[in-house]
């Protein structure tokens, strides 16, 4: 079973970037589509961004669309989520999980960006 470890969140001010980074303990994890979720208080987790294995095509959902980029390095088995021009409305927990989900949600990381 393969386990994910999300890493880079943070406190930043609105306009400000993050990079986050998802580590997979496993190369069977570059074969599969993975995708960033995230969730905020009171609210059901929702899909950011996807990414197919091999890079091309991605999705990104209406609310981050020209704000975020996600990518992917195969040789270190990790995923990234860069963030820019960050809104309050952007404070979550970030996940990442294969895409469909399909392994064990790991802790997350927490982005909080204040007004």
């Known amino acids: 079973q393969v386990q994910l470890a999300e890493s880079g969140g943070g406190l930043v001010q609105a306009g400000g970037s993050l990079r986050l980074s998802c580590a997979a303990s496993t190369r069977t994890f570059n074969i599969y589509p993975v995708g960033w979720y995230r969730q905020a208080p009171g609210k059901e987790r929702e899909v950011v961004a996807t990414?197919?294995?091999?890079?091309?095509?991605?999705y990104y959902a209406d609310s981050v669309k020209g704000r975020f980029t996600i990518s992917r390095d195969n040789a270190k088995n990790t995923v990234y989520l860069q963030m820019n021009s960050l809104k309050p409305e952007d404070t979550a927990i970030y996940y990442c999980n294969r895409v469909p989900v399909g392994a064990s949600w790991g802790q997350g990381t927490q982005v909080t960006v204040s007004s």
């Open positions: 990414i197919s294995w091999s890079g091309e095509p991605t």
